[in-house]
């Protein structure tokens, strides 16, 4: 096999593994626990989990990590830390993503390996070169209809978006306030999938909100194609 034919199956399988990108928020645990939370949206087809702690203490986050990369591993699933690069290199996730104010792609490739997946947040044209130049393998867009899970979001309008997933030849999700209602006004922007926190994790059943979910994601965004070399 060519090096151009593994970019493309790259990009093709990377593609497929975002359709549904899971981010999780403990202030919506409710009757389930967290893990058992993550479990219910891979059962109904979450494609990526990515775990998001701020305020966890490091040594719990770290085995919290663990035990969800474990649950990952069973469904066939890339697990994703946000933001800590260290804490993904030490529980051997599968990626991480990070901020316009974490760590640079770079750093996290060179502590990460070749082999794991590095995605980065970018609001504008000019922020998702950059991380496509400095080595992302995907971008997350937002915030697209706003958040309830940060105080500091910047506002993307779907023209940007689209502008964004044109100028890049790395996969796009969008990120910030979607679910299943606002999901279809995506359609056609150009984007691989949505990543998703209280669409899936604020919801009183978990399982049939993620295949909702999953089912429509695979209608707008199954025939999308990112650009490859």
């Known amino acids: 096999m060519s090096s151009n034919e593994k970019k493309r199956n790259y990009a093709k399988e990377l593609q497929q593994r975002l359709r549904l990108y899971a981010v999780t928020d403990r202030g919506w645990i409710g009757v389930q626990t967290l893990l058992e939370q993550i479990e219910s949206a891979l059962v109904g087809g979450a494609s990526a989990v990515q775990l998001r702690e701020k305020e966890l203490d490091r ?119 979607v679910n299943e209602d606002n999901m279809e006004t995506l359609g056609g922007s150009g984007i691989v999938g949505v990543a998703v926190v209280s669409a899936i994790f604020a919801q009183p059943d978990v399982e049939l909100a993620t295949l909702a979910l999953r089912t429509k994601s695979e209608r707008l965004f199954g025939n999308s194609e990112t650009p490859t070399i």
Do not use: M, W
């Open 59 to 177: 040594a719990l986050f770290l085995r919290e990590a663990r035990e969800v990369k474990r649950l990952c591993r069973r469904f066939d699933v890339p697990f994703f830390i946000n933001d800590d690069v260290d804490v993904a290199f030490e529980c051997d996730a599968d990626g991480v993503h990070l901020g316009q104010t974490d760590a640079s792609p770079r750093e996290a490739r060179r502590r990460l390996g070749s082999d794991k997946i590095i995605g980065v947040s970018t609001h504008s044209v000019e922020e998702a070169l950059d991380a496509e130049r400095a080595g992302a393998d995907y971008l997350g867009v937002g915030a697209l209809f706003g958040s309830t899970t940060k105080n500091d979001t910047v506002v993307v309008t779907r023209e940007t978006l689209s502008q964004i997933c044109a100028a890049v030849s790395i996969p796009v999700i969008a990120i910030g306030g």
